[in-house]
């Protein structure tokens, strides 16, 4: 496993881990807001997939050991491009997985630069950031509280918004032709699961749509009930685009 890091466009220092085991195919993870890569969810997921690929996770615009301020998705879709443009070099393929606001960065890097990835993958992206469209799910709510509680958090710098932040619903049709899968847990009860099946909708394919029973918000699906987000996600990550499923 090796640290490193590199500088976004505009001179703001990104740091990133990468585990090697010999693999042509590299999994790019871009985790969730007041999340950072060395948070157990996602050391477990690079544990997870390690045997298909090797893993590299960023730590976004001031989050863990990376410098500047969350921009909410002014710079972040720039700085994953410029990352997956970095690591490519010695790859034959690379998948991209972003996880909740990471999701909306994967999404928009991806639509907006065409050929980056050979897939990308989301869980619990937002369609939009509306987010009080809805009643917050109690029931998810509470089943989180646990998992809260116990992960172990870095202090992150949360600039201001400067302008209005991007809408993966308006471009996520560009995506195509690179495979497109959409996970999401049904019991979310912070990004409902409304905002994987509009995405889906706007969506060309290949796309697939993934709705899990039980699961809760992004990465908490990793510390509450594994498997069934991890299984889909080997199989997209070895080239596998399913069908829909719910």
Partial sequence: MSEASFRARDGVELAYTLQRAGHERLALVVPGILTDRRCAELQLLARELLPLADVATLDVR?????????????????????????????????????????????????????????????????????????????????????????????????????????????????????????????????VPPSHARRLFAAAREPKALVLIEGGLHAEYMLAADPEPLLEPLRRFVEGSVSPTSA
Avoid: C, K, Q
Wanted: net charge positive; glycine share 10%; no cysteine.
């Fill in 62 to 190: 001031g989050h863990g050991d990376s410098g500047g301020a969350f921009s909410y998705g002014r710079h972040e879709p720039g700085d994953v491009a410029e990352w997956a443009r970095l690591l490519a070099p010695g790859y034959r393929e690379l998948v991209l997985v972003g996880f909740s606001f990471g999701g909306l960065h994967a999404l928009m890097a991806t639509a907006r630069n065409a050929g980056l990835v050979a897939r990308v993958a989301t869980v619990a992206a937002p369609a939009h950031l509306a987010l009080l469209d809805h009643l917050p799910s109690a029931r998810g709510l509470l089943r989180s509280l646990p998992w809260m509680a116990r992960r172990r958090r870095r202090p992150a710098r949360l600039g201001l918004p400067r302008s209005l932040p991007p809408v993966p619903l308006r471009l996520v049709e560009r995506i195509a032709p690179t495979p497109l899968l959409l996970l999401h847990g049904l019991r979310d009860w912070l």
